[in-house]
């Protein structure tokens, strides 16, 4: 009898060692497959949108963190990896992970692994929040009014069907015809994957009328609607029905930075953002996004940048001519000096 049982077991072990591997051999391919089709569709340094919502990413080397505004949206690297800062928190992933952001924030976004022989391939699905809360109805997800407090972005690992839908949506790449009536239910299933997951509760919030999250959604969309403005907690945090330690709490619990902290971020990256595409000068940008007193703001570019107004703009202006130089094709040598 105990023979038996021994052998039983030793046969069910069998299946389970041989139903594992499966599994592991078709994560794998649908790894090599996802490297495969993003290399293909994005052949040089830099970002497209082949289909509506959907971003791929290039590059061929590391580099230092940038800064950027994060949106709602689903992101996965097929090769390499990247890391996001928030405030003081930092979120790394690479093809075994993915990230998920919720709310619209200043970061900045740094890519560690990347070669010419094996760039960093990244895709990026944005996420609607009216897409979001049909998927959450006709899953039979109530509308939760937890307060419970979720952080914005977080990063979890990519398990084997979640995995499955992202390579599927990258198929329809190569068909745009069936991407205009597939795309939409394919996004349909990597939003119910993802509600199922154990980051749920954070998509929720993209679609929840509830929870302290919309809230300081809410004030985010102010903040950065109106930030030449002086903040006035107290004005925002009685619109949200909150009180102002209780919104400090609740602002710096999901953004991972005070209201201030953050319209000063949104400030000096609009001041950049002006230097770079106006050709204003440093006094002038600092004018139009809010600040009285150019030294005060050439110091606080300083510290969020590293380097004064004029010379980090400088700086990325000959990062974007190097990084145009480098990726002209051969090609495009060969006709400018058949053309000379």
Not at 42 to 61: C, N, Q, T, V, Y
Not at 248 to 253: A, D, I, T
Request: with cysteine; net charge positive; glycine share 4%.
């Amino acid at each position: 009898m105990n023979a038996v049982k021994t052998s039983k077991n030793a046969d069910m072990d069998f299946m389970n060692d041989q139903q594992a591997k499966r599994e592991a051999d078709r994560v794998q391919a649908n790894r090599d497959e996802l490297v495969e089709r993003i290399s293909q569709t994005i052949r040089a340094d830099g970002a497209i949108e082949p289909l509506k919502g959907l971003h791929l990413h290039r590059f061929s080397s590391p580099m230092e963190a940038c800064h950027a505004v994060s949106v709602p949206a689903f992101c996965v690297i097929a090769q390499g990896s990247k890391e996001v800062l928030l405030g003081n928190d930092r979120y790394q992933y690479d093809p075994a992970h993915y990230l998920l952001a919720t709310v619209e924030l200043p970061i900045m976004s740094q890519i560690l692994e990347a070669s010419k022989a094996q760039p960093c391939l990244s895709l990026r699905l944005d996420l609607d929040s009216t897409l979001v809360g049909s998927v959450m109805v006709e899953a039979g997800y109530p509308a939760s009014q937890s307060r419970a407090n979720v952080k914005a972005i977080d990063v979890s690992p990519l398990d084997a069907p979640l995995l499955d839908a992202v390579v599927r949506l990258v198929r329809l790449l190569d068909t745009p015809a069936e991407a205009r009536v597939l795309m939409p239910l394919v996004a349909r299933e990597i939003i119910y994957r993802l509600l199922i997951g154990e980051q749920g509760a954070r998509l929720r919030h993209i679609a929840v009328l509830g929870g302290y999250t919309h809230h300081i959604a809410l004030a985010v969309e102010r903040l950065r609607k109106d930030f030449k403005e002086p903040i006035k907690i107290e004005s925002i945090a009685r619109e949200l029905g909150m009180s102002v330690s209780g919104f400090h709490h609740h602002f710096k619990s999901v953004t991972a930075m005070s209201p201030l902290q953050f319209q000063k971020q949104v400030r000096l990256q609009e001041a950049r953002r002006l230097m770079l595409g106006q050709n204003l000068d440093a006094t002038s940008a600092a004018y139009r996004v809010g600040y009285d007193d150019a030294s005060h703001f050439n110091r606080e570019y300083k510290r969020l940048f590293g380097a004064p107004p004029m010379r980090d703009v400088e700086r990325l202006r000959e990062s974007v001519r190097e990084t145009a130089s480098s990726i002209r094709s051969p090609q495009d040598a060969g006709h400018l000096a058949r053309n000379r």
